[in-house]
């Protein structure tokens, strides 16, 4: 009996990953690139498109190699990747600029604007409070890189420039995909839609956005040259794909309403499940965004980068994660007074840019072991936060267990703690 299988490709801000699933869901191969993030003074953050491209190929590849599977037995293509920075094409699907990473900071200016313009508006439509997402950066590429916005046909997302690059495509066939949608800053949401008032209160021309599609919609074909090299057969086919906190929410099993789970990831991300589209305009903290099952929605805030202070903490101390994972273990709760701030780059929600992290009471008694456990207290207490402002929304919530995906879930210590 042949066997059927897919291939998932995750452009993730530490790296791409792609993997071999057959159709039951078993994996049968898998790789992983590093990426290269790009820095050049405060807030700078960027990505070479040419690079994320080439490390969905290569991952491709690899994992179908990996996983002995024939590619003529490959029947699909699909990917997620990073939900909240900004990129473009020209008219030939041709890369315009660097991938705005949503860790980069340098619109804030526009984050004011839009704030102090249509604050309440675009969160009702949206779902999504205004920080460092597509909305801001947009108009800070219009305003501070005025040649190179005329050359843009359609802002994209890394997904799709990659996909559709694999496909041949031109700017006229580019998508996104409705999971995104919360962080858009012009879209209506509910309907699925690009609103009118919005995008005349800022200026910003309906040609330049793509279509809005569903994450399983069928959006091209290989192409004979990117096929070659990634290691499958021209015409395999390529679906629209999500975001990649969608696709981890759906992987972590979160198909119904009134669920929780963690995605301890570069970013750290609490969110639950829910039939309700209630917008936070009170606390302007919740990103109500869409499930990849329609109808179903994920209201989510989350630590920008706060899966990165760990990394940073291994680089000055050394050692692995299991070592200090151990240490703190020993260490009692609360790290004997010694407190941490997780938001190195500013908060992200509620947004407060000024913001930047810190250990507060520090005494001589605090030791390293101290500090990495102060980290994990640090963006638990933080989930706390968003926790309490979810069920103050939703009231029906009441969950038995957090369900948890990405590195972080891996680290019992930090589970704990959590919960």
Not at 85 to 102: L, N
Not at 177 to 187: C, E, I, K, M, V
Not at 347 to 352: K, V
Not at 393 to 407: L, R
Request: charged share 25%; aromatic share 10%; net charge neutral.
């Amino acid at each position: 009996m042949r066997k059927n299988y897919v291939v998932g490709v995750d452009i993730g801000t530490q790296g791409t990953k792609a993997a071999v699933f057959r159709d039951e869901g078993s994996r049968e191969g898998e790789a992983f690139e590093a990426s290269r993030l790009i820095r050049r003074g405060t807030g700078t953050v960027w990505q070479e498109p040419d690079e994320i491209y080439g490390s969905v190929l290569r991952t491709i590849r690899k994992a179908v190699e990996n996983s002995k599977v024939s590619p003529a037995d490959i029947h699909a293509v699909g990917m997620d990747g990073q939900m909240a920075g900004i990129m473009a094409v020209d008219c030939e699907f041709e890369a315009v600029g660097a991938y705005d990473s949503w860790l980069d900071t340098r619109c804030e200016p526009y984050i004011s604007q839009m704030k102090a313009q249509a604050e309440e508006e675009i969160i009702r439509k949206t779902g999504g409070p205004v920080t460092y997402t597509h909305g801001p950066k947009i108009l800070y590429r219009k305003q501070e890189c005025p040649e190179e916005y005329k050359k843009i046909a359609k802002f994209v997302l890394p997904g799709v420039y990659a996909a559709g690059k694999m496909c041949g495509l031109k700017a006229e066939e580019a998508w996104v995909d409705y999971t995104h949608l919360h962080f858009s800053g012009f879209a209506d949401n509910r309907k699925k839609e690009w609103d009118k008032g919005l995008l005349e209160e800022f200026q910003i021309s309906s040609e330049k956005l793509p279509r809005i599609e569903n994450p399983w919609t069928v959006v091209g074909r290989l192409t004979e040259p990117a096929a070659r090299e990634c290691g499958l057969l021209p015409g395999t086919a390529v679906v629209a794909g999500c975001g990649d906190s969608a696709a981890s929410a759906l992987g972590a099993g979160i198909v119904k309403k009134d669920m929780i789970y963690d995605v301890a990831g570069t970013a750290s991300i609490f969110s639950c499940s829910t039939e309700q589209f209630t917008p936070d305009l009170k606390h302007k903290t919740l990103l109500f965004s869409r499930s990849v099952i329609d109808g179903l929605y994920t209201p989510l805030a989350y630590i920008g980068g706060g899966g990165m202070c760990l990394p940073w903490f291994i680089k000055q101390y050394g050692g692995t994660y299991g070592e200090w994972n151990e240490k703190a273990t020993a260490i009692l709760a609360g790290s004997q007074g010694l407190y941490f701030v997780p938001h190195f780059s500013g908060r992200t929600c509620p947004n407060d840019p000024g913001m930047r992290g810190a250990f507060w009471g520090m005494d001589f008694i605090h030791t390293p072991a101290h500090m990495y456990r102060s980290i994990l207290e640090g963006i638990a207490y933080e989930y706390s936060c968003y926790y309490r402002i979810l069920k103050e929304q939703n009231p029906q919530i009441s969950p038995s267990c957090i369900y948890g995906a990405g590195g972080g879930a891996k680290s019992e210590i930090f589970c704990q703690i959590k919960a």
